[in-house]
C-alpha cells in the first residue's frame, strides 16, 4: 500500500497522530527563538531547610542587611524544658548564565557550644555578593511556585511534578529552576528566597 | 431511531468489518457447528489465563519485594526486566499457536507493565544521575517501539492498547520537558486520542474505541473548561460540549455521549450559580426549555420518519 493511499484511507488517524508532534515541533521552534527570549539576568541566593542527624541547640534565621547575607543565630532552651532546633538551613545560588543551581557552604558556626542570646554574623559563603532583597529583581523577574497552570486531569492521569517546582517569572515568561537533578532542594513550602545578586566584589 | 434498529445497524457494521458471511452467522445463530463448543472453551480458557496472569503477577511482586534488599543491582534488574521479557516472549509464541491463543492478551498486558518497571529499575541501578523525566521519557519509547511494532506485525487489540497508552505517556513528557503550556498539551492530546479513537471504531479493534473515546473528550473538556472558565470566551466550552454531543451520535459512542452530557450539566450548573445564585426563576426556566427540547426532538424525528427518510 502507498502511502499516499494509506493516507487518504486513514485520514482521521494521521491527524490524530500528527497534532502532538506538530505542537512539539511548535515549541522546539519557540524555544529556539534567540530574538524572542529575555532570560533571567541576575543570579539569587535562596534557602531551604536542612535536617542535620544531630539535633542542634541554636536556631537560625537568614535575611539581608544592608545588602549583606546574615545569619541570626538564637540560642534555644536546654531539653528537656525548651525545644529542639527546628532544623538547619541549606543555602543555594542560581547561577543566571548557566541556568544552575549550586550548593553555597553554610555549617554551624565554630562556637557552636559557647553562643548566648542572639548573635548576627556574615555569612562567608555570600561575604562578596550585594544582594537586593526585593522580591522583584531589576530586570523584571520573580521566584513564583506552581505558575504552570493547567493539566489538572493530565497530570492526574500520568503524574509528573514539574508542574509545581519553582520558577523564575516576569509577564508571559516562565523559567524552571532546575538543579539538574542532582541535588533536590526539598518542597516548594521549604524554599525561601533571600536576595537578587546585583553586583559581586 | 429505535434500539433495535441501533442494534440491527451495529450487527451490519460488525458483519461488514469482519467479513463474515451469512452462511457463518446463521450457523452461529442456530449454535450449529464449531461456534458452541468454541464458545464455551474460549471462555473459560480466557478465564484461567486472567486468573494465572493474576497469580503469577502477584507471586513475582510479593518473591521480589521480600528479597529486593538482598539483591545488588544485577538482581534487581533480572528480577523485574528478565520476567518482563519473558512473558512479552512467551505471549508472542501463545499468539502462533491457536490452543494458546487465549493467554496471549493478559500475558500481553502483565508484560506491558512489568517490562518497563524493569526498564526503570535498570535506569536508576546503572543510571548517572539526571531527571527523573527523561527516564520515564526513555522507557516509554522503547515500550511504545516496541509495543508498535509487534501490534504492527501481529495486529492484536491488546498492543494497539499498550501502545497508544505508552504513545500518549511519550508525547506528555516530552511536552512535559520542553516547557509546552499545558492547556494547549492537553487539548491537542484530547483531540489526538478522539481522532485515533474514531479510527479503532472503524476497525477490527473497535472494542478498545470506548476507552480511547472516553479520555480524548474528557481531557479535551476539561483541559477546554479550565483555560477558559471566567474569560470572555467562556461560552464557547458550551458549543465544544454540544459539539461532543453531536459527535457521539454520529459515532455512536455512549462514552462520548455520558462525558459530553456531564461537561453540559457541569457547564449549566455552574452557569446558574455563577449568574443567578438567588433566582429561583433561572432553573424554572432551564426545565421549561428542556421539556421544549425534548418535544422539538421528538418532532424532527417524527418528521424525519414520515417525510424525509420514506423519500
Known sequence: MSVAKFVKDNLVLVVGLTLPV????????ASALPALNDPPKYDFVFSTRDHPSTQTPVDVRLL??????????????????????????????????????????????????????????????????????????????????????????????????????????KDGRSVPISAGGREPFGFNSDIEFLGWVTAKR | MTAKQDALVEVV?????????????????????????????????????????????????????????????????LLTLGPGLCLFVFALVCTSDARLEAAATPLFLVAGLVQPTGLLVMLREYGNGGEAEHAVLFTSLVML????????????????????????????????????????TGITMGASLLCIGWSLDRSPHRAIA??????????????????????????????????????????????????????????????????????LGAPLVLMAIGLVFIGAGAAAVRINARYIAGH
Open chain 1, 22 to 29: 506538530l505542537l512539539m515541533v511548535g515549541f522546539l521552534a
Open chain 2, 210 to 279: 470506548g476507552v480511547v473515546y472516553f479520555f480524548g473528550a474528557a481531557l479535551l473538556l476539561e483541559e477546554t473548561y479550565a483555560w477558559l472558565r471566567r474569560e470572555p470566551l467562556e461560552i464557547l466550552f458550551l458549543g465544544l460540549a454540544c459539539a461532543m454531543v453531536v459527535l457521539a451520535t454520529v459515532a455512536r459512542s455512549r462514552s462520548l455521549l455520558a462525558v459530553g452530557t456531564v461537561a453540559l450539566i457541569g457547564y449549566i450548573a455552574d452557569f446558574i450559580y455563577q449568574h443567578f445564585a438567588d433566582n
Open chain 2, 13 to 77: 457494521d460488525l458483519i461488514a468489518r469482519h467479513g463474515l458471511t451469512i452462511d457463518e452467522v446463521s450457523a452461529a445463530l442456530a449454535g450449529k457447528g464449531d461456534y458452541a463448543t468454541q464458545r464455551t472453551s474460549s471462555v473459560l480458557s480466557r478465564l484461567f489465563a486472567y486468573l494465572g496472569g493474576t497469580f503469577v503477577f502477584v507471586g513475582l511482586g510479593i518473591f521480589v519485594g521480600m528479597r529486593w534488599d538482598d539483591l545488588g543491582p544485577a538482581g534487581r534488574v
Open chain 1, 64 to 169: 539581608v542587611k544592608d545588602h549583606v547575607l546574615v545569619a541570626q543565630y538564637t540560642k534555644l532552651p536546654s531539653a528537656p524544658a525548651g525545644y529542639a532546633s527546628a532544623g538547619w538551613r541549606k543555602l543555594y545560588l542560581y547561577d543566571a548564565g548557566s541556568r544552575t543551581v549550586r550548593q553555597l557552604e553554610f555549617g554551624f558556626p565554630p562556637d557552636l557550644a559557647a553562643l548566648e542570646g542572639t548573635r548576627e554574623e556574615p555569612v562567608a559563603a555570600a561575604a562578596g555578593m550585594t544582594l537586593d532583597p526585593a522580591l522583584q529583581s531589576p530586570d523584571g523577574y520573580e521566584l513564583s511556585f506552581g505558575d504552570r497552570r493547567g493539566g489538572g486531569l493530565l497530570l492526574e492521569m500520568f503524574g509528573g511534578s514539574r508542574a509545581y517546582e519553582p520558577r523564575l517569572r
Open chain 2, 145 to 184: 517501539v516496541q509495543q508498535g511494532c509487534t501490534f504492527w506485525a501481529r495486529r492484536r487489540t491488546v498492543l494497539a492498547f499498550t501502545t497508544i497508552v505508552f504513545g500518549s505517556i511519550a508525547v506528555f513528557v516530552s511536552l512535559d520537558l520542553l516547557d509546552a503550556n499545558m492547556y494547549m
